[in-house]
């Protein structure tokens, strides 16, 4: 039977960051002030967090950072996730999201440790644009031969996600249609959510899914595929056939209620929500010397405390402590 909350949903899907830093600085996210924050554990830690994890029906695994690509030992992790099995004796499917920039070097080792998606964030697809969200001269270039690199690779679909803000980049939505039409992938368009250093986030900044949907139209004729009720993204296929966009939405269409994820933190804690208030420190029960029955104990208590929702935009709503950075993705 797989981790179920207090609100009947099962938790299937596992996003572990493994690292705080990041080798961009991306002004939507990061102030460029303010470098890692938190610790990075030993790899046979994370490994042992996600066999009990998998143990308890966790079918799907992400690694998430800050940029886990700066990981040196990340090929060896994914080939040790990818010797664990579920109860039922399934291999956990495993995905990364990554800004790509290193990822052209990097794809082969990591498909044949056993990597089996990839995600790339992408904000722009305009060279020079692309250079001054990311603060780093040549990024674009880097990152678009890692996504075709992957794609190649076969570790597909192939899904690029775009974080959206008024007045900064959405001018780019026709223009990552057409992206998405030449190169094959799935653009993902997310909305902005109240998780960044500068803490800049208002209700205005954020290009809701009609009017996505608006400009997209202006573009291609498109129409929505069937997703499944857990989806965080709602799809769409340009009528073409040669491309496909979706829309995440968790300010004006959440999906909490359909929510199947759990996070780990870089140094260990259990986040059941990105907008938690508190956290459940499971390294720190390693560090003390629990047997795994300890950490099962402390995973099931976690989920049974994962929140019904989040409570943006609502009166007296709460940011987290930590920014999306710092959380992982």
């Known amino acids: 039977m797989p981790l179920t909350d207090s609100h009947g949903r099962a938790i299937r899907d596992l996003r572990i960051s493994i690292t705080d830093r990041c080798n961009y600085r991306c002004v939507y996210c990061r102030t460029g002030n303010e470098g890692a924050q ?3 554990l030993p790899i046979a830690d994370y490994l042992r ?6 143990s308890l029906g966790i079918t799907k695994i992400r690694l998430t950072g800050g940029e886990p690509l700066l990981r040196r030992d990340i090929v060896q992790l994914v080939r040790e996730l990818s010797a664990l099995r579920t109860p039922n004796g399934a291999a956990p499917e495993l995905a990364i999201t990554t800004n790509g920039h290193l990822l052209d070097e990097m794809v082969e080792p990591l498909k044949q440790a056993g990597l089996t998606r990839v995600t790339v964030s992408m904000d722009a697809v305009d060279p020079e644009r692309f250079a001054r969200i990311t603060r780093v001269k040549g990024s674009y270039p880097a990152v678009l031969a890692g996504l075709r690199a992957a794609r190649t690779a076969g570790l597909g679909p192939v899904k690029v996600n775009c974080v959206l803000l008024r007045g900064f980049n959405e001018d780019q939505i026709e223009a990552f249609g057409r992206f998405a039409c030449e190169e094959q992938v799935a653009v993902r368009f997310i909305e902005f959510m109240p998780l960044e250093e500068g803490r800049v986030w208002t209700p205005e900044v954020v290009i809701p899914l009609t009017e996505i949907l608006e400009r997209m139209a202006r573009f291609a004729p498109f129409q929505e595929i069937e997703h499944e009720p857990s989806s965080t993204s709602r799809r769409y296929r340009f009528n073409n056939g040669g491309g496909e966009f979706g829309i995440i939405a968790p300010v004006t269409l959440p999906f909490c209620g359909a929510c199947s994820r759990i996070r780990l933190t870089s140094d260990g804690k259990i986040r059941t929500c990105l907008f938690s208030l508190s956290e459940h420190d499971l ?12 950490l099962v104990r402390i995973i099931v208590y976690a989920v049974a405390h994962k929140e019904a929702r989040h409570h943006i935009g609502e009166p007296g709503f709460v ?11």
């Open 49 to 54: 967090m996600a066999r009990v994890f998998v």
């Open 38 to 40: 938190f610790a990075e």
């Open 283 to 294: 390294h720190a029960a390693i560090r003390s010397g629990c047997p795994d029955e300890e």
């Open 319 to 329: 940011q987290p402590g930590r920014t999306m950075v710092h959380i992982g993705g």
